[in-house]
């Protein structure tokens, strides 16, 4: 296989795959030894891709703006504006303000005949009932989850009782009709959902639990499901 094809099978999987997914995950798809595979992976960085991760740790594909960049089609357009939009009906107000922003920009970037079904599209999202605004900077807090650093914050219960929480900070989902903070909290000495709306006195604190969020947030999910199959 030409080194030219190669790297763009190896983007095209950086782009395709779960992330951060494994050197060796990477090798396989594109059929190449870890050897090559690492250098690869360094080749991509020096042309201006932004290629988090390490070996040992697995890559993710942060930013390939300054490489040739993908068309969409039809379907992948009108999913794109879908999305978009549910997060500006149903995410908080610095989400939904990014959301909006991302939109335009897309359309500004895209030729002229697929800007032109962006604007146009026939699927939307609406909301007549917008979600309850967090009480806490979910910006602060989608940023202590990528720096995997633990938080501290005060939380009150359905009854309205209040406890101090400190918590190993992992995702944050849309629960039916509110945002909720997906959780290890050391209090508990478990998973936890914890509302967004019902949080107060945010604190990042310093200490790490990088690299477990990945493997911690993969064992919540499973749980979650097993806990949904024993209730069906």
């Given at each position: 296989?030409?080194?030219?094809?190669?790297?763009?099978?190896?983007?095209?999987?950086?782009?395709?795959?779960?992330?951060?997914?494994?050197?060796?995950?990477?090798?396989?798809?594109?059929?190449?030894?870890?050897?090559?595979?690492?250098?690869d992976?360094e080749?991509?960085?020096?042309?201006?891709?932004?290629?988090?991760?390490?070996?040992?740790f697995?890559?993710?594909?942060?930013?390939?703006?300054?490489?040739?960049?993908?068309?969409?089609?039809?379907?992948?357009?009108?999913?794109?504006?879908?999305?978009?939009?549910?997060?500006?009906?149903?995410?908080?107000?610095?989400?939904?303000?990014?959301?909006?922003?991302?939109?335009?920009?897309?359309?500004?970037?895209?030729?002229?005949?697929?800007?032109?079904?962006?604007?146009?599209?026939?699927?939307?999202?609406?909301?007549?009932?917008?979600?309850?605004?967090?009480?806490?900077?979910?910006?602060?807090?989608?940023?202590?989850i990528?720096?995997?650093?633990?938080?501290?914050?005060?939380y009150?219960?359905?009854?309205?009782?209040?406890?101090e929480?400190?918590?190993?900070?992992?995702?944050?989902?849309?629960?039916?009709?509110?945002?909720?903070?997906?959780?290890?909290?050391?209090?508990?000495?478990?998973?936890?959902?914890?509302?967004?709306d019902?949080?107060d006195?945010?604190?990042?604190?310093?200490?790490?639990?990088?690299?477990?969020?990945?493997?911690?947030?993969?064992?919540?999910?499973?749980e979650?499901?097993?806990?949904?199959?024993?209730?069906?």
């Amino acid at each position: 296989m030409a080194r030219t094809e190669r790297l763009f099978q190896l983007m095209q999987a950086l782009r395709r795959l779960p992330s951060p997914v494994t050197a060796e995950q990477l090798a396989d798809d594109t059929g190449v030894s870890p050897r090559t595979l690492y250098r690869d992976i360094e080749t991509l960085r020096g042309l201006g891709a932004v290629i988090d991760g390490a070996a040992g740790f697995g890559y993710t594909l942060i930013e390939d703006a300054q490489l040739p960049p993908l068309a969409f089609d039809t379907e992948e357009i009108e999913a794109l504006v879908l999305g978009l939009r549910e997060v500006m009906a149903v995410g908080d107000p610095d989400l939904a303000s990014s959301a909006e922003a991302a939109l335009t920009k897309l359309g500004a970037r895209l030729p002229a005949t697929q800007s032109h079904r962006l604007k146009h599209a026939v699927l939307t999202a609406h909301r007549f009932d917008r979600p309850p605004a967090p009480t806490v900077a979910a910006r602060t807090l989608r940023t202590a989850i990528w720096e995997e650093r633990q938080v501290r914050f005060a939380y009150r219960d359905a009854k309205g009782d209040s406890t101090e929480r400190e918590v190993k900070p992992l995702g944050i989902v849309f629960f039916q009709s509110s945002h909720c903070l997906l959780a290890y909290c050391l209090l508990r000495d478990g998973f936890r959902a914890f509302r967004l709306d019902r949080m107060d006195a945010l604190e990042v604190t310093q200490t790490s639990f990088r690299p477990h969020r990945t493997s911690l947030l993969r064992e919540f999910k499973q749980e979650m499901e097993s806990a949904r199959l024993r209730a069906s």
